[in-house]
């Protein structure tokens, strides 16, 4: 039976989510099955604001600093995260595809990480972001040795969306009532990444 999803306050009616641990397999489906793309190779990110016809083909009128992406990690599943993205615009915005993420280190600098786009829940499909609203991706990470040169050590994790320009605010989301600079030790040794696409809802977001 599936474990809980744990999704950060800022969606209504569901808790937060905690440190690094993980949940149990989702049920593999067909798209699940598809090659995957790499490093972000996935499908085309193109993205519309929502709600103009005339807008179709033209470039996004959304910008990336009116979105709150939140880094859920699963109490359940070592590594896993649940990635909510919320709108905080006034207007709907129409996303396609996977993020880019990064890391930023303790001064702040961002660290290139080597992440794996897979097509979990599906294939990259619309999905429009109303004002308010949040949409979902899974995210595993799979962790190393701090000792090994090969693992890059951050301590915050920051997120590009598909197809729209500016940076969101990023924050890992413990679900102990501590924000992520007040953890023992907040830093994730990361050896690689693997990056789920956007979905409208966290069902069967999170990757096996």
């Keep these: 039976m599936p474990k809980p999803i744990r999704i950060l306050g800022a969606v209504a009616g569901l808790c937060t989510a905690a440190a690094l641990s993980a949940a149990c397999s989702q ?10 793309g790499s490093d972000h190779s996935g499908a085309a990110n193109a993205a519309t604001s929502g709600g103009d016809e005339e807008g179709a083909g033209k470039a996004s009128a959304c ?17 896993g995260f ?11 915005c129409t996303v396609n595809g996977w993020m880019k993420v990064k890391g930023t280190d303790m001064k702040g600098d961002s660290v290139d990480l080597p992440v794996h786009d897979v097509p979990v829940p599906g294939a990259p499909t ?4 109303k004002p308010g609203e949040t949409a979902f991706a899974g995210m595993k990470v799979e962790t190393g040795s701090k000792a090994d040169p090969n693992t890059k050590v951050v301590s915050g994790l920051e997120a590009q969306l598909p197809g729209i320009p500016g940076e969101p605010n990023s924050t890992i989301v413990p679900d102990d009532g501590k924000t992520w600079q007040e953890q023992p030790d907040p ?22």
């Design 27 to 36: 049920p593999a489906t067909d798209a699940q099955s598809a090659t995957a």
């Design 63 to 79: 910008n990336g600093g009116e979105f709150k992406v939140d880094f859920n990690v699963q109490p359940q599943q070592p590594g």
């Design 82 to 92: 649940l990635v909510a993205v919320t709108n905080k615009s006034d207007q709907p």
């Design 126 to 129: 619309d999905v429009t972001i």
């Design 187 to 208: 830093t994730i040794p990361v050896k690689s990444v693997e990056l789920g696409t956007l979905q409208p809802t966290p069902q069967g977001a999170l990757l096996p």
